[in-house]
């Protein structure tokens, strides 16, 4: 988790993706990396900060990033390949187990977070 952040927070630098900039690449490149890093369960705060941005920022920059991907358009798939080819082989979804998860959730968020993945059938041992 730590070599995402890291790296994601020098593509951010190098790209200057924490600066305002409403170019389309950019706007296309944020919301790429912001759903990478929320797939990993970075916390919204913490994306924002990444970014210089506000998390209510960041909460319609990954709607909006869906719902361009669930029409396939062209121009984002374009626009973030090379971001893809570097980040998805690399960091693909998570894998969680819900042995592990059970086994350490302490609150009634943890239990609320098993729910959650039990729905997405993102566990791999169920």
Avoid: C, W
């Avoid at 302490?106 to 059938?121: A, K, L």
Wanted: net charge positive; glycine share 2%.
């Amino acid at each position: 988790m730590e070599t995402l952040i890291r790296e994601v927070k020098e593509v951010i630098r190098l790209e200057g993706l924490d600066q305002k900039d409403r170019r389309r690449h950019v706007i296309h490149a944020r919301m790429y990396l912001m759903n990478l890093l929320r797939r990993h369960e970075i916390k919204l705060t913490e994306i924002g900060r990444m970014f210089n941005l506000d998390h209510s920022t960041v909460v319609h920059s990954l709607n909006k990033y869906e719902e361009l991907k669930s029409f396939n358009d062209k121009i984002l798939i374009r626009e973030t390949k090379n971001l893809r080819d570097i980040f998805d082989f690399k960091y693909s979804t998570p894998k969680f187990s819900v042995v592990y998860d059970v086994n350490n959730a302490v609150t009634r968020h943890d239990f609320r977070v098993i729910q959650s993945r039990m729905e997405q059938g993102v566990y791999s041992d169920v």
